[in-house]
């Protein structure tokens, strides 16, 4: 059984995967003469990152999201406040600090202080999972939140320094990361299905669109508290690569460092998860034993992922930057850049995760392969604006207001499972992959053309997980015309229709 579930899973890996090594290797020998040994290093890293999303996938499916099911419906069954909101705001914090994607992006901040970051984020996402926890328990509507919310962004990001501006909306985007979003998702899951009401399981979306939000107004908030140093940011390089000895040296010195960043994720998350089954939740042995291994496959699945990332991806990405922004006909980085853009999210490891509840909660209503699509789509034209940005030094505010108030208009047209559906996709977009690969592909092109890395190279995060909010809210307009063109209001209704009523949690 578990053989069989490992070949499905490569083949979705291979076919994720194959599409940007040969980008990267059609444009290594064409127009963009890429050193041998980063080449080589990238296609090593390729091999680790496919390895490490089997692995992934199937850890995900066999504990992450057991766990986050078993605890929300938990919590929930004793209907008392005092009781959920606490662990919510506890398990925000704790799965959050300690978020690989997280991880990465305060590495290469080098303006602010990695503990000062990772702790104002944790706090904007557990203080925002008590919010998405308190609109479910009180039946808020999620479009009144999402614009109340944005609105008190953008105010306090007309008053925050510019220098903050790109790395706040970049954190709201890697915290909803490979941790993250399979718990997360599947504790709105278990808290929203012992509700009982018509649309209690379309509920269980917006938890992410909610908990992205939060990183955002706190890094604002800190923008306005916190002076930031001035850093100096340097070339991304690889050490030349002699002989095959060497190459496997680079990733076995990486290893320790991803397992230890890795234990701190996956650890305090099986100690709460081990202290809530001995306390409360008492499963039998063989639920308890298929939660461990899939613990154990999270773990390695993640190490070799990041492992294959941070040495093969980010030295590539920042090379093949720089060297087409040198060119005399710098402008190729765009249409580069979308075509990236649109295979990428293919390899996101939590995109696997949001198109199987998608298809699982609407019951195939909403096609998993449409959505991606549309997320190809979206992350496509995010990755081409982002580097008109890097050339043109263009604020990053007038991509980012036109298009949310695009998004937050879509919210009263389109019907509410898709607004969901759309403002959880674009935290999901904005994984491992575009913090790894796309941001020191931008980094190395802004510096190439004497860009302002922190204001022009940081935003290609937000930009990512802009975009799907419009796309996927157009899937959903899509699908609201032909329903009625068709005339199946059956399934329509069920599927599709308002959140409807809901009834009040003791206090």
């Excluded at 919510?88 to 799965?95: A, H, N, P, T, V």
């Excluded at 919310?149 to 909306?169: E, G, H, N, Q, S």
């Excluded at 580069?336 to 199987?356: N, R, T």
Aim: hydrophobic letters at 55%; charged letters at 10%; aromatic letters at 10%.
């Amino acid at each position: 059984m578990l053989k069989e579930i490992a070949k499905e899973k490569l083949s979705e890996v291979i076919k994720a995967i194959v599409p940007i090594v040969a980008i990267v290797l059609i444009l290594s020998v064409t127009i963009v003469p890429m050193p041998t040994h980063v080449v080589m290093v990238f296609f090593y890293g390729c091999i680790l990152l496919m390895i490490g999303m089997v692995f992934f996938t199937i850890g995900s499916e066999q504990a992450m999201e057991p766990m986050g099911k078993q605890v929300g419906a938990r919590i929930t069954k004793t209907r008392k406040l005092y009781l959920i909101l606490p662990l919510g705001l506890l398990l925000g914090f704790m799965i959050t600090i300690s978020e690989p994607d997280l991880q990465v992006l305060a590495n290469q901040v080098q303006s602010i202080p990695n503990s000062v970051l990772i702790l104002s984020v944790s706090g904007g996402v557990a203080f925002f999972l008590v919010m998405a926890l308190v609109r479910m328990v009180l039946g808020i509507p999620l479009q009144r939140m999402l614009l109340v919310f944005y609105v008190i962004a953008f105010v306090l990001a007309y008053y925050t320094p510019r220098d903050f501006l790109a790395v706040a909306f970049d954190s709201g985007g890697v915290t909803t990361g490979p941790m993250t979003v399979p718990f997360i998702m599947a504790f709105g899951v278990g808290v929203s299905a012992l509700r009982g009401t018509k649309h209690s399981a379309q509920d269980s979306f917006g938890l992410i669109a909610l908990c992205s939000i939060g990183p955002i107004i706190a890094v604002l908030l800190l923008g306005l508290i916190f002076h930031p140093e001035n850093a100096t940011y340097e070339a991304i390089t690889v050490p030349k690569v002699l002989h095959s000895l060497q190459l496997g040296g680079m990733f076995m010195d990486e290893i320790p460092d991803q397992m230890r960043e890795i234990a701190q994720a996956v650890v305090p998350i099986a100690i709460f998860f081990g202290i809530f089954q001995f306390i409360l939740l008492h499963l039998e042995k063989k639920a308890l034993l298929r939660i461990t291994n899939g613990i154990f496959f999270t773990f390695i699945g993640l190490v070799l992922f990041l492992t294959g990332a941070n040495v093969g991806f980010i030295p590539a990405g920042f090379d093949l930057g720089s060297i087409l922004a040198a060119m005399s006909y710098n402008w190729i980085i765009v249409p580069i850049g979308m075509l990236i853009g649109y295979f990428i999210i293919k390899a996101e490891p939590a995109v696997y995760v949001l198109m199987k509840q998608v298809e699982d909660i609407t019951d195939g209503a909403i096609s998993g392969k449409a959505l991606q699509r549309s997320l190809s789509i979206g992350v496509a034209i995010s990755v081409g604006l982002a580097m008109v940005r890097v050339l043109t030094g263009i604020h990053l505010f007038y991509m980012l207001i036109p298009g949310y108030a695009i998004a937050l208009l879509l919210t009263f047209i389109v019907p509410p499972v898709f607004t969901a559906i759309a403002f959880d996709s674009g935290g999901v977009a904005s994984g491992p992959m575009t913090a790894t690969f796309l941001l020191p592909f931008a980094m190395g092109a802004c510096m190439t053309v004497g860009g302002n890395v922190v204001t022009d190279a940081f935003g290609v995060v937000t930009m990512v997980a802009m975009t799907p909010l419009v796309a996927i809210q157009c899937l959903g307009l899509a699908y609201k015309l032909k329903s009625r063109k068709v005339q199946k209001p059956q399934i329509q209704e069920d599927t599709l229709a308002d959140f409807g009523d809901y009834d009040i949690i003791d206090l």
